[in-house]
């Protein structure tokens, strides 16, 4: 198993920046950014393959950036350009590596996930 603690999140003004951080207990495992709000289905927000790729769902394309430390264990995601539409909770999610790219949005394909940081962006 692997634990996973998401940080960095907060509330910000429409254009601001935030960046979030998903610290694992394991290297072991491939980490994707997905995000939630209430009444709606968990999206794949980004996420890194092993070859060091990333895919972004449409809606935050040349406004968000993930990138990984590989030394720490640690996923994270520099959030600009913030938009209203973008608030919502954050998870950090992983899968054990193996057998495939890491790289996904579909959160199926996922087993483990963090408890969540909360980003609110005002008009």
């Known amino acids: 198993q692997v634990q996973l603690v998401e940080s960095g999140g907060g509330s910000v003004q429409a254009g601001g920046s935030l960046r979030l951080s998903c610290a694992a207990s394991?290297?072991?495992?491939?980490m994707t950014w997905f995000r939630q709000v209430p009444g709606k289905e968990r999206e794949g927000v980004a996420s890194?393959?092993?070859?060091?790729?990333?895919t972004y769902t449409d809606s935050v394309k040349g406004r968000f950036t993930a990138s990984k430390d590989n030394a720490k264990n640690t996923l994270y995601l520099q959030m600009n350009s913030l938009k209203p539409e973008d608030t919502a909770m954050f998870y950090c999610?992983?899968?054990?590596?193996?057998?495939?790219?890491?790289?996904?949005?579909?959160?199926?394909?996922?087993?483990?996930w963090g408890q969540g940081t909360q980003v609110t962006v005002s008009s």
């Open positions: 999610a992983a899968r054990k590596r193996g057998g495939h790219l890491c790289r996904s949005l579909l959160a199926d394909d996922y087993d483990y």
């Open positions: 890194i393959g092993s070859d060091d790729f990333a």
């Open positions: 394991s290297n072991e495992y491939c």
